[in-house]
C-alpha cells in the first residue's frame, strides 16, 4: 500500500501524460485505482494481466494529447 501511495504522489508532482507500469503482479484494475493514478487528467487505459506471480503491465495515456485508435 506504501508503494501505492508513493506512485501517485510522483504523479500528481510530475504531472505525467504517459504512465507505464511493468510487474504490476495484478489481472485487473478497479476503476478506483486507476482514477488516483489519473489524478485529473481523463486518461485511456489498458493492461496486460499478470500470469501467477509475475507480471502484468499498466498503461495509460491522457486522452488531451493522445487519440487512441487502436489496441494490440
Do not use: Y
Amino acid at each position: 500500500m506504501a508503494r501505492r501511495k508513493q506512485l501517485v504522489d510522483l504523479i500528481s508532482l510530475q504531472n505525467f501524460d504517459c504512465i507505464c507500469l511493468q510487474e504490476t503482479i495484478k489481472s485487473s484494475f478497479k476503476q478506483v485505482e486507476l482514477d488516483r493514478f489519473a489524478g485529473q487528467h481523463d486518461m485511456h487505459w489498458s493492461w496486460v494481466p499478470c500470469v501467477g506471480h509475475s507480471g502484468g503491465m499498466l498503461m495509460g495515456v491522457n486522452k488531451e494529447v493522445v487519440n487512441v485508435l487502436e489496441e494490440d
